[in-house]
């Protein structure tokens, strides 16, 4: 029996949603020796993209048949230093289906196409790699907390004051606009309402007046973050957890509830959808800027724990060399060491330029765009 020819279109909402949502069910796959993480759209499969100041989801049907689907997005974004060098960027999810998504790219004007996987998804890192021209360019570190009951002491010789959205795009304008795929539009996701600010840390009594005021008052040492509330726009759940995983997460609850003073920390319930928020834009300048980060983390989670009903992760992704991953509190049971975004060239006169950015070695900071997540 043949089989019909594939038939690659925009999404519809009206007629595609139910059953992208069933193929996206159907087609969940973790593996199997460490925790996995699954997504839940909340009945709006483009809501990770629409927050993109250019974005596109493509469907495939077979015989009437939903059989796959791929997302993308458009952005300006900074490739290599000086940050002058600005490139179009479009990233996509998700072998026809890529190649639809990169001629709406290049009608788009876009320079380069990039996506992230997971280092040992050996069916995507084959398709993409060996078969569409993709070259790996970055693996970052993908880090995880629990969000729980306890909450964390900021210690008293820290100070943290929230930035208004003026300051926060100047301070990443001035210290991370060289920083590889940094968005030229920080502005409008500072000013998103899914952003919830973006603070900074340092030792307390070490300045006089206003953080950075007329860019020249800065401490010796201190960091900054911006928090992205995630779980507004999608749910994560727990895909099947290995044995560890269960045994711990049974022992912590009963040792909490009769020996409390051992004060372990618990995992939250993560059989149920629960929400997350990401930590993006994370900068640290100093020598005690390792303990400004630690602190401004627990404060994230302080806030998640007081001001939200379902967050029970905290989330941030760095470059795969960067320290700063070493003050950050994770959890290796839920992290991900090593993701991987590949990239290609989609002008000729970009090509050259790639094979000279790939020879290079990875910058130590890569800022991670969280409407991107």
């Known amino acids: 029996m043949g089989y019909g020819e594939v038939i690659t279109r925009s999404y519809d909402r009206q007629i595609d949603r139910a059953r992208v949502e069933d193929l996206e069910r159907r087609c969940e796959v973790g593996p199997a020796e460490r925790v996995f993480l699954f997504t839940d759209t909340l009945g709006d499969p483009i809501c990770r993209i629409r927050n993109s100041p250019m974005y596109k989801m493509l469907v495939a049907e077979l015989d009437r048949e939903l059989v796959g689907v791929i997302q993308g997005s458009i952005k300006q974004v900074t490739v290599q230093k000086p940050h002058e060098d600005l490139a179009k960027v479009g990233y996509g999810i998700g072998s026809s289906l890529v190649c639809k998504l990169e001629e709406w790219f290049t009608s788009n004007d876009v320079d380069y196409a990039y996506m992230a996987t997971e280092k040992d998804n050996e069916a995507s890192v084959k398709l993409f790699v060996n078969k569409l021209g993709y070259v790996n360019f970055r693996t970052p570190a993908i880090l995880v907390h629990p969000v729980n009951n306890r909450m964390f002491h900021t210690p008293s010789n820290v100070q943290i004051r929230k930035l208004r959205i003026e300051e926060a795009e100047n301070l990443y304008y001035k210290f991370m606009a060289s920083t590889e795929f940094f968005p030229y539009d920080i502005g409008n996701i500072l000013r998103n309402k899914l952003s919830l600010g973006t603070w900074v840390a340092y030792p307390r009594g070490e300045i006089v007046g206003e953080f950075g005021s007329n860019g020249q008052i800065f401490p010796k040492s201190w960091a900054m973050v911006s928090v992205w509330n995630?779980?507004?726009?999608?749910?994560l759940r727990l895909g099947k957890a290995p044995l560890s995983c269960l045994l711990y997460t049974k022992s912590s609850k009963l040792?909490?509830?009769?020996?409390p003073c051992f004060k372990l920390p618990a995992i939250p319930d993560f059989y149920h959808p629960f929400g997350f928020y990401f930590m993006y834009g994370m900068h640290r300048e100093?020598?005690?800027?390792?303990?400004m980060v630690r602190t401004l983390c627990q404060f994230v989670h302080n806030m998640a724990s007081t001001k939200s009903k379902d967050c029970k992760v905290i989330v941030t992704e760095v470059g795969g060399s960067d320290a700063l991953r070493l003050h950050i509190p994770h959890w290796k049971l839920l992290s991900c060491p090593e993701d991987l975004w590949c990239i290609k060239a989609l002008k000729n006169e970009k090509k050259k330029t790639l094979r000279e950015l790939t020879k290079i070695p990875p910058t130590i900071a890569l800022f991670v765009d969280p409407r991107e997540v």
């Open 230 to 235: 995630s779980g507004e726009l999608f749910k």
């Open 255 to 259: 040792i909490d509830k009769f020996l």
């Open 286 to 291: 100093g020598p005690l800027s390792g303990k």
